[in-house]
């Protein structure tokens, strides 16, 4: 153990579970927890005790990287910066959670949400190395996107809502209204976990390979992914999340992107390598806690 390496703490704030790190890279993660999300207060308030105990065993954080569900708000110069944004997550509607963790700690927070802070992990140390544009996105309970563009992570107005996208659909084939609470049939709405579970009546988990579930799955991701690639022009699209990770998926959801851009992109990423184009997390399931140690990183001085 290096004394001189500054050590950072991540949180992957999770709807389900928040996952809290402290270490300095993937294979120096010196300690970790995860434990259940309930209500803001209490789970901020177990996040902050795990911090303070690791500060005792390794000394003091340099800063705290935090990769949390949203909507959000990310920007500092904002009133609500680091406040959660109306969302249908009981408890947690407007709720400041980056104020525990500044008032704990005299170091910088650097806030953002789990897909950009998965998408930077990425580009650290996963399938995003060397590329200064691309997109990370997940698709399980809920469907989002995080993107990195230009050599920096997208904000924009607000921070990009990839997963509420509005795709074409085939009533006849698919007469499934959709389960997203705010549009019906979204791209969330449609191919979320939660969507999976509503339309067939059935976990995803317990469909077999050549369920039509799948098909249908391929075409809606494959739609997204065209429309990501027309609109970012990105090099690569990273797909994780329970539903995403899936193996089988992976081969349908390539081709069929490739069908729907249809030669329009005349990239060879695309035309002839789309095994490289479209393609897993390199981190697998940590890219959300490594990116939060990511998002640390950047309060470096030479970030
Ligand atoms: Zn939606």
Redesign the pocket.
């Known amino acids: 153990m290096k004394n001189n390496t500054p050590l950072f703490g991540g949180i992957e704030g999770g709807g389900t579970k928040f996952v809290c790190a402290v270490g300095t890279r993937p294979d120096d993660i010196r300690a970790e927890t995860r434990f259940p999300t309930t209500s803001p207060e209490e789970t901020m308030a177990q996040a902050v005790d795990f911090f303070k105990q690791q500060e005792r065993n390794f000394g003091e954080l340099a800063s705290i990287g935090f990769a949390c569900f949203g909507p959000l708000d990310p920007n500092p110069t904002s009133a609500t910066y680091g406040h959660i944004l109306p969302t249908p997550k009981p408890g947690w509607t407007n709720a400041d959670v980056v104020g525990p963790l500044r008032s704990a700690f005299g170091i910088p927070i650097i806030f953002d949400t789990d897909v950009n802070g998965a998408a930077l992990g990425e580009w650290r140390w996963g399938k995003g190395q060397g590329l200064n544009t691309f997109i990370y996105l997940t698709i399980g309970t809920g469907v989002g996107g995080g993107a990195y563009v230009e050599g920096k992570l997208l904000h924009g107005l607000i921070h990009p809502e990839m ?2 996208i509005l795709l074409r659909r085939d009533k006849n084939k698919d007469p499934f209204d959709g389960a ?1 609470p ?2 019906g049939d ?1 791209f ?2 449609l191919t979320s976990g939660v969507a999976i579970e509503k339309r067939w009546g059935q976990r995803g988990s317990n469909l077999p390979e050549d369920h039509p579930a799948w098909e249908l799955e391929a075409e809606y991701i494959a739609q997204a992914l065209a429309d990501y690639s027309f609109t970012l022009s990105p090099q690569r699209i990273i797909i994780g999340g329970g539903v995403g990770s899936l193996e089988h998926l992976l081969p349908r959801v390539q081709q069929k992107t490739r069908d729907f851009i249809n030669r329009y992109i005349q990239s060879p990423v695309i035309l002839e390598d789309i095994e490289n184009y479209i393609v897993h997390p390199g981190l697998g399931n940590l890219s959300g806690v490594l990116g939060a140690l990511a998002l640390a990183e950047q309060a470096l001085p030479e970030n």
């Open positions: 997963g509420h997203c705010f549009h979204c969330e709405g």
